[in-house]
């Protein structure tokens, strides 16, 4: 348990070595698709730290995809999401007749990756799939799963691993949950 101040502290609920395992399992899962020419897309900014685990899981197992980066956003300065997605940074890769594996932080609403999952078919993907570190399914706003999931998360608030509570916290090895104190 540690002390965050303003009356919040936080716990370990997924811990470095739990990720770890979790992150080779996935990998083992989408080299079973045996996908030609794939390409790894983060959508910025809180999967930078689970796609680079990822990616290093990948070659483990004997993959080499190419890597590419999108930045998207239905938040911009809020804390509760518009409804729209923006591009920030679009890929630099062309998609076209490549399979595709967008990899975020959090599935909870769904809209950005469906955003994200259509802009990549509509390019001319030859398949769109996804892996997602955490699953929070209670606030879902568009009709989609993930391919490929670490856990289910509970609904809290969670920080770590890449994940941030206003702009701190990104560089914990570990998913952590932000509450109250009792």
């Known amino acids: 348990m540690k002390e965050l101040g303003a009356g919040k502290r936080m716990e370990i609920l997924f811990d470095a070595d739990t990720i770890a395992k979790r992150n080779l399992e996935l990998a ?69 007749n490549r399979h595709v594996l967008l990899v975020d932080d959090i599935l909870e609403s769904g809209r950005t990756i469906a955003y994200a999952k259509d802009l990549m078919a509509a390019r001319g993907a ?10 929070k399914p209670g606030h879902r706003a568009a009709e989609i799963e993930a391919d490929f999931k670490g856990f289910d998360c509970p609904d809290l608030f969670v920080i770590g691993y890449g994940m941030d509570m206003a702009h701190s916290f990104r560089e914990l090895p570990f998913v952590g949950v932000v509450s109250k104190k009792d």
């Open 126 to 135: 030859a398949s769109v799939r996804t892996c997602v570190l955490l699953d």
């Open 28 to 96: 083992h899962d989408i080299a079973a698709l045996k996908l030609d020419h794939l390409l790894i897309v983060a959508v910025l900014k809180g999967s930078f730290v689970f796609a680079a685990d990822l990616i290093r899981a990948l070659h483990k197992v004997g993959l080499s995809p190419e890597v590419d980066f999108i930045s998207l956003s239905s938040y911009r300065s809020g804390t509760v999401s518009s409804g729209q997605v923006s591009i920030l940074r679009d890929v630099e890769s062309d998609v076209r």
